[in-house]
C-alpha cells in the first residue's frame, strides 16, 4: 500500500472547479490531491507573427510555479530574469498537447493562451496542467462558439495526462511529490478520449526500464486517463457537448 | 451612491481566509471586493549579505500578478526577463511599510518573505497586499514564537493599508478598479493600530489637490483602515495576542 | 541649529544655470547645496506606441546617477544590465510629476524625455531633478512655442520640489544626506505654483508618525518650494512668462 | 522507398571521427548522413554547488547550433541574450541520459561537460548529439581510469539515440529534416548496450497516435540503436573496454 | 629560434577547404596552424533598418568560440546571456575590414553575413576570421554574380589579415597563443591586395614601443598578408576572377 | 582652412578642471572643444577575483554617454539592458592605455577604477577620456602616495592621447564630430611622455590607406600628444612631480 493509503492504479482524488476568474474566457481551479493548479484561457483576435496570414489559429501554454508552491521557497523566475529549462519545456509541452486536439483551421485566425499557475505543488504539476488547461480552454472555445458558429467545432476530442512510476519494482499511477521522488522510472502521459496517444515521456535517469515496465506503465496510465476524461465531461456538462464533432 | 452600491465611506466586502497553503509558515487568502491575493510567508534562518554579522532580522516581499488576473492579459515579467518599475514600486512598499511594525533585533537573524501574489486585480492590490501580508506575517511569527520564545515580541503593532480618492469631488474610501481609473486624486495610506501613520502616497496626476482634500482622505482611510485592523485581529485570534508587547 | 548652520526651515543654497547643453532643445544644471543634476529636455515629433492616435503629448522622465556621485562608487546600472527599484521608482515620480502641470492636448502629438543625471549626491536627489526637470521642460516647450504658436500654452502651472523630515522630533527642510539617514520620517512633496499638491510621499519605515507631525512637515515644504518656484521663475524670465494661461 | 533511397529500416551513413580537439579530455566529430555534431569532453576536478560534499560526481551537456547549421540563419543564442526552449530541452535530455550510464560515486567529486556543438543540421540532432556525447564521455573516463585506478568503472554501460516517426502510415528509422516535417509522429529513443529504455519521447502534436504504432516504433528504434552501439565499439576499441564492469 | 620551428618572418601552416557547408551560400573551414575556423557567408534580401532605403547593401560579421575551443573550458555567451566585450570588439572589427572592399551600392540591397566560429584556438583567431570571411564573402558574392549580373563587380579588392608582435626585442610573424601571451606588443594588420592598409590594431600594454619598433612589425606583416592573399587567390581560383574590377 | 577655423595640426581648445567631485579620490572635468567629459577615480583596497593573491594592483575604466550627449537623443544602456560594442570596446581601451604606465606592482593590491563620463560628444570622446582618466588616476595616486609611502611610485609615465584622420587628403589633427563623419581614414593614437606608442587604432572602412598616409598620420598624433601631455602637467602641479620615477 502506497503512504497515503492509495491502490497502486488509484488517482488521488480530483476537484475540478469552473469559472474561478471573473474576467478570463475559460477558468479552471483543479487539484490531484494536494497539487492545485489555476488555469486560465485568454482568447485574442490575432495570432503570432509565424502564423499571420495563413486563415488559422494557435493555442499555447504558459506555465508558473508561485514562490512557496513548494516545500522551500523558489526564487521567482521574474527576479532570475529568465524562464528555466524545466519551465520551458513544461509549457512547451502543455501547448503542444493541446494543439493536438483543435483544429486550428476551425478555430479561425485567434490565439488561445493557457496560463497554468501553480498554487501548490505535490508531484504531477504538468500532468494536472494540461488537465485543467483542456477545461479552461474547452470552456473559452465553447463561448466563441455562441458568437462564431463555427462550421466544424474547433476540439476534435477530449484530452487529459497523469504521470505513472515505478517504485520498488512496481507501478503506480499518479505519482506524488514523495513517490516521484523516489521513482526509478517517471512517465507522463497524454492521451485523448478516443484513447490515442498524444505524448509519450518516459525517462530512466535513475535505472534503465524494460519493455515490459514500459508496457504496464502505459497500460495503467491509459485507465488512469480514462477516469480523469469522465471527470472533465461531468465538469463541462453542456460547454463539453459538441467536442470531437457534435453536431451543432 | 458608487457604481457597486457603496457608501462613501463604506470598504468592499472582505474576505481573509488563513492557512491556505500547506508548505508556508503563514499564509492567507485575503479580498478586498473582487480584488483576491495570496500571501505567504516564508521564514529562513539567514540574511541578506548586507544584513549579515548585525544580529537583527529582514523582512522582505515580492509582489506579481497573475498574467489574467486583469481584465486583458498582460504579459509575466518572467517572459519579459525582467521586472517592471510598478512590481518594484509595489514590493518595495509592502516590504518597508511591514519593517515598521517588526522589531528586527528581537526578531534575531532570520529572514521573513512575504510574497503577494494577485489572483484577480480589480483595484486595491496593493493595500490588499500590505493588509494580508501582515496576517502572514503574524501567523508566521507566532508560530516562530512557540519553539524561540522571544524575549520581546518582534511584532511591534498591527498593520493595514486602504486606498482613498477623490472622484467629481468626492473622497471615496477603497476604490475599485473602475472608480480609480476615474480619479483625479489617488492615494494609499498605510497605519499602525495605534492609528499613526507609516506611508503617506498621495497622487494627483491628472490635477493637483489642496490641503483641505488631502485631510478629507487622511480622515477617510484612518477609519476605513480602523476596521481592517478589526478584520485581522478576528482572523488572527490567538495568534495575534501578542502583538504589540503583550508580555510572554 | 544643523550641522551645516541651517535653520530649521531653511533650503541649502540653490543654483541654477541654464543652457548647459549645446544639443538639448533645453537644459539646465541645478544644486540643492552638494547635490548636483544635469537635467536636458528632448522633443521628439512622435508619441510612444501605447499613446498614438489620441492627439496628445507625452512627457517622461529617466534618472540616473553617475557612478562615483556618491561618497562609494555604485555599479551603473548598464553594466548590471537592470534598472533598480529606486531608479524606477524615481523616474516614474518625475514623469508623473511633471505631466501633471501639462496639457498634453495642447502640446499635440510631440514627446518630451527630461533626462535627469545625478552628477553628485548629497541627499534630495529626486527633488532636485524634480525642480531642475521643470526648467529644463519650460525651455524647451518656450522653444517649440515659438515655431507652432500653441493656441493654449501647454504648461499650466509652474512646478517644484522639496523633501522635508523629522529629526529628533524636530522637522527639517530639505535634508542633506546625512540628515536624511538619521530621519525617522522621510517625506517628498511636489507642489504647483498655486500651492495645490502633486505629489505627498510620506514614509516612517524607522518609526511611524502622527497626524501632528504629517502637518508640521507639509507646512514647512510648502514654504520651501514657494521659494524654490520664485527660483524658477528668475532662471527661466521671459521663457516662463507664459506659464499657467499668459495670453499669447 | 525513402527520398535518399533508404530502406525503412535504415540507418543513414553514420561517421565518428575521435581526437578532433587537441585541448578537450575527450572529442568526437559525428555524423548520421548530413547532420554534423562536434562532442567535447571536459573533465573538471570540482562539481555544482548542489552536489558538493555528497563523494559524487555530475555529468552535465550543453547543446548548441551553428547560426548556418541551417537551411535559414538562426540568430545566435547568444546575441539574443538568452536560450530558447527547444535548446534547454535538448541539452537536459542529453545530460539526463547520459548520467543514466554513469555511476556517480564511482566517477568521484568530478564534473564532465559534454558541449555538443551543431556543424550543419540534417534532423536528429538531438540522438546524434547523445550518441557522440557517449563517446566523447567514454574517452575522457578512459583517459581519467588510467591515472585515477577507479575501483569500479563509471560507465555502466554503452548508450546511443536514434529518431523513428511515422509517414503516411510507415514507420521510419532515424528521419532526416525533410522526413521529420512531414511526420505525423516523432519519437526520440534512447537505449543501452543492454537493450534497456534510458528515454522514450513520443509526440503526435498533428496527429494522435495508437499502441500499435508505438510498439512498431520501438521496434525500430532497437534495432537502430543496436547497430549505433556497434559502431561505438569500434570507434573506441580498447578505450570502450571496460565499460559496463570489465574488471580492471 | 620559435618553439615551433619557425622562422621569425614565417606563417603557420595554413589549410584553406572551401564548400563546408550545404546550405551557406559561401563556406570554408581555414586553419592558421592549430586555429581553426568555420566561416560562412549568408545572403539575405534584405539590408538592417539603418540601411534601408539607400540603395545599398550591407555586410557584417559574427564571432564566437566553441567552448572548448581553448585550453580550458569557457562558459558560453548564450549561457552567459551576453556578448563579451572581447568577442564585440572582434565581430565588429571583422565586419569592418571586409565593407572596406566591398562596393555596398554594387551589392545592392541585400546583407551578407559572415559567421565565425572558432572550433580551435591557438592564437590569432582574428587574423584567420577576416582571411576566412573574405573566402566565404567571395564564394557567395560570386554566386549571386551568376544570377544578378553586377554592372560593377561589388568586391574591389582581395583582403587579409595576420598578427604581429614583439618577443624579447625579436618582432614576429603570426604569433600562436604561448608567443602572443607573452609578446610585449601585439598587433593586428589587415591589408588588401593591393598593399593598403585597412587595419592597424597595435597595443603596448606591457610596455609602450617605439616607431622603429612600428615600423618592422608593419614591415613583417606585409610579408605575411601577401603569402595569404596568394592561398586565398588559390583558394577561390575562378570564383575570384571578377575581384577588383575583372570585366564582366 | 578647417571648419572652425583651426590650422590642419592644431588642436581644438582644451580645459581641464580637477577637483570637480567632492566624494571621488581623483575627479576631473576635460573639454576638448565642445567635448566634454568628467572622469573620477575610485580607489579600492581590493582587487577583481582573477587577481587575487598576486600582490599587484588593477587599473580598470567605464564610459558612457548621457543620453543627450549628442545632436540626437540615444537610449540608455541601463534601460537597453546592454553594453553595446561600441561601449565596451571604448572602456577596455581606456583601462588598457592607463595600466601601461602604471606599475601595478608597486601599486599594490588595490584597484583604481576610471568612469569616463561623457557630458557632451562632439568627436574624440575616447581621447579625451583617456587623457582625462590620466589626470584624474594621477591625482588618486598622488593622494595614495601621502598614505602609503610607495618604495615605487606606482606611474611609470604620463599618458595621453589624440584622434587624427585623413580628409579630402589632408591629414588633420583632433577631429571633431563633423570631421570624424567624414574621414576616410580614422586613427586614435596613444602615447607616453617619453614618446612611446602606447596603442595605435587606424581604420579606413571607407577606404584603405597607404604607408605614406599613416606615416603622416603618426606625425601629426605626436605633436599633438605632447602638447597634451604639458596641459597635464600643468593640471597636476606638484600631484605630478614623481610621475615617472621622481624620488620620493
Given at each position: 500500500m502506497r503512504s497515503d493509503g492509495r491502490q497502486q492504479n488509484q488517482l488521488r482524488p480530483v476537484s475540478i472547479q469552473t469559472g474561478v476568474n471573473k474576467y478570463a474566457e475559460g477558468s479552471v481551479e483543479i487539484s490531484f490531491g494536494d497539487t492545485k493548479v489555476i488555469c486560465t484561457a485568454t482568447v485574442e483576435e490575432r495570432v503570432p507573427p509565424f502564423m499571420k496570414g495563413q486563415g488559422k489559429g494557435w493555442v499555447t501554454a504558459e506555465y508558473s510555479m508561485l514562490p512557496?508552491?513548494?516545500?522551500t521557497r523558489n526564487q521567482r523566475e521574474s527576479a532570475k530574469g529568465k524562464l528555466g529549462g524545466r519551465t520551458m519545456e513544461i509549457q512547451r509541452l502543455i501547448g503542444r498537447a493541446l494543439r493536438s486536439v483543435v483544429d486550428l483551421q476551425a478555430l479561425g485566425e485567434r490565439t488561445i493562451t493557457l496560463d497554468c499557475d501553480v498554487i501548490q505543488a505535490d508531484g504531477g504539476t504538468r500532468t494536472t496542467s494540461i488537465t485543467g488547461a483542456f477545461i479552461a480552454m474547452a470552456i473559452a472555445i465553447n463561448k466563441l462558439s455562441e458568437k462564431?458558429?463555427?462550421?466544424?467545432?474547433?476540439?476534435t476530442d477530449y484530452l487529459a495526462s497523469v504521470s505513472v512510476g515505478v517504485i520498488n519494482g512496481t507501478p503506480l499511477l499518479d505519482l506524488n511529490y514523495e513517490e516521484d521522488s523516489s521513482a526509478k522510472v517517471d512517465m507522463n502521459v497524454v492521451m485523448t478520449g478516443a484513447g490515442q496517444f498524444v505524448e509519450v515521456q518516459g525517462t530512466g535517469e535513475e535505472s534503465p526500464f524494460s519493455r515490459q515496465e514500459l508496457n504496464d506503465l502505459l497500460a495503467l496510465a491509459e485507465s488512469g486517463i480514462g477516469e480523469l476524461i469522465n471527470k472533465q465531461r461531468d465538469a463541462l456538462g453542456q460547454a463539453g457537448a459538441r467536442i470531437g464533432g457534435a453536431k451543432a
Open positions: 512557496r508552491a513548494t516545500q462564431h458558429n463555427f462550421s466544424r467545432y474547433p476540439i
